[in-house]
């Protein structure tokens, strides 16, 4: 079981940044795959980046390419995403969520996910 907690959601500016942060309880974190996912109004949850257990392989959704960015800290138990250049369209509710067994950007395969935090991008 894992449990996960997202944190550093927000309101900011456009053109702003963010680092959200999302800490895992359980064991053996460095077998997940994590990836982070956000949903806004109205709109179904997407897939932002995803990351694997070892942090060496990441991948991104093709709208935050060049502006976010996936790190990991198994010591810590910890995944990041720094979020830079935000724009309006970012608005939405963060997920992370982790998956043992799957491919990062399938919304489907993740096991465990957390209860999300929002982030708001004003003009």
């Known amino acids: 079981q894992v449990q996960l907690l997202e944190s550093g959601g927000g309101l900011v500016q456009a053109g702003g940044s963010l680092r959200l942060s999302c800490a895992a309880s359980?064991?053996?974190?460095?077998?997940?795959?994590m990836g982070w996912f956000r949903q806004a109004p109205g709109k179904e949850r997407e897939f932002v980046a995803g990351?694997?257990?070892?942090?060496?392989?990441?991948v991104y959704a093709d709208s935050v390419k060049g502006r976010f960015t996936i790190s990991r800290d198994n010591a810590k138990n910890t995944v990041y995403l720094q979020m830079n250049s935000l724009k309006p369209e970012d608005t939405a509710v963060y997920y992370c969520?982790?998956?043992?067994?799957?491919?990062?950007?399938?919304?489907?395969?993740?096991?465990?996910w957390g209860q999300g935090t929002q982030v708001t991008v004003s003009s």
């Open positions: 990351i694997n257990g070892r942090g060496s392989s990441t």
């Open positions: 359980g064991r053996s974190f460095s077998s997940y795959g």
């Open positions: 969520a982790a998956v043992r067994l799957g491919v990062l950007t399938k919304l489907g395969t993740y096991d465990y």
